[in-house]
């Protein structure tokens, strides 16, 4: 799935999807034994979470 397709996700699937990517980021982080990858991952992982409690608060907000 591209950036452009889960930008066209309705805004609750776009969440799920977001927090779906950064826990795959953060099982793969678990699965490296590099401290480096581990923590490449860990970092993305972030970077998904982060764009979920953005998306949510978006909903508070009422836009969509």
Do not use: N
């Amino acid at each position: 799935m591209t950036t452009g397709e889960i930008s066209d996700l309705p805004l609750l699937e776009r969440i799920q999807k977001y927090r779906d990517m950064a826990a795959e980021a953060r099982r793969k982080s678990a699965a490296t034994s590099t401290s480096f990858v581990r923590e490449s991952y860990l970092v993305i992982a972030e970077h998904w979470e982060v764009l979920a409690v953005e998306a949510e608060f978006r909903i508070g907000g009422g836009d969509s």
